[in-house]
């Protein structure tokens, strides 16, 4: 037995938050001292309080733990269920870090309206031999699961791979359903199944510029690429490519050591 101090040292869950679950009749001490009322916890009761607080995670009522409780939630059951919130969880810090970096970036990019920090060039692009898939996906983050199915198609012809490249085919920005073309440039010929297709994007006249940082700032770049295509009085002539010059595995949005370049086919307006 454990007195109710050392129980709630242990189980990190203070004192008054046993004695509100004792009356609430969720969890009662295992033994109550008759002449001091010195409340005593069992050790195997940690199973039953664990319970409790993983459904209170969830947002139940104290009246539906008891409920659920007394009906008889498996461990089993419990750990679906936590499993669920976990990777609920893990969504929701995902986009919200994915927010907050936008707001970073906005914040940035006012603080540079007049001292942009990105060279932009034009040049001549070659006709370029590529390996890619292209596929409707859920976001723009979710390209990086093209690059997998262009491996497995092209096997050993991966030898002759290059670059990572994603081509962007929408003719405005998406929020979901993102037409994308994702693959690797190709050094030569290679043969290629899987729904891998190998073919020669055009040659083309591009404003490019580079972006060293984290995917999660790509959109500082465009915004340089923005104004810059608005002054000099070019339109978007083709689908926009992102080369990525410099990335590790696995990928993260927030890696500062990244180097991105980015071309936008133009013609004159």
Avoid at 32 to 47: F, H, L
Avoid at 71 to 76: R, S
Wanted: aromatic share 8%.
């Amino acid at each position: 037995m454990l007195k109710i101090g050392d129980f709630s040292t242990l189980a990190q869950v203070s004192i008054k938050t046993l004695r509100y679950y004792d009356e609430a009749g969720l969890l009662a001490p295992a033994w109550v001292d008759p002449e001091n009322g010195y409340r005593y916890y069992a050790a195997g009761q940690m199973a039953r309080l664990h319970r409790i607080l993983a459904l209170k995670d969830f947002g139940f009522s104290l009246e539906e733990i008891g409920r659920m409780l007394g009906e008889g939630v498996t461990a089993e059951q419990m750990r679906g269920m936590l499993v669920l919130q976990q990777a609920e969880q893990k969504k929701r810090v995902e986009e919200e870090g994915d927010r907050l970096s936008r707001i970073s970036s906005r914040i940035r990019l006012i603080e540079k309206e007049n001292d942009m920090a990105y060279d932009v060039v034009v040049k001549a692009v070659p006709k370029q031999k590529i390996a890619s898939v292209r596929e409707t996906i859920a976001n723009y983050q979710s390209v990086g699961a093209l690059y997998g199915k262009v491996a497995s198609g092209v096997g050993a012809g991966m030898a002759q791979a290059t670059i990572p490249v994603a081509l962007w085919h929408d003719l405005e920005h998406k929020e979901k359903d993102v037409d994308a073309e994702a693959g690797f440039y190709l050094k030569q010929d290679v043969a290629a199944g899987g729904g891998v297709t190998v073919h020669d994007l055009p040659e083309t006249t591009a404003a490019c510029t580079v972006h060293n940082g984290a995917y999660r700032r790509l959109s500082e770049a465009y915004d340089a690429l923005l104004q810059w295509v608005a002054e000099s009085g070019y339109q978007i002539a083709g689908p926009i490519r992102e080369l990525y010059l410099h990335c590790t595995q696995p990928v993260r949005q927030d890696d500062e050591s990244y180097v991105t370049e980015i071309q936008v086919p133009v013609k004159k307006g």
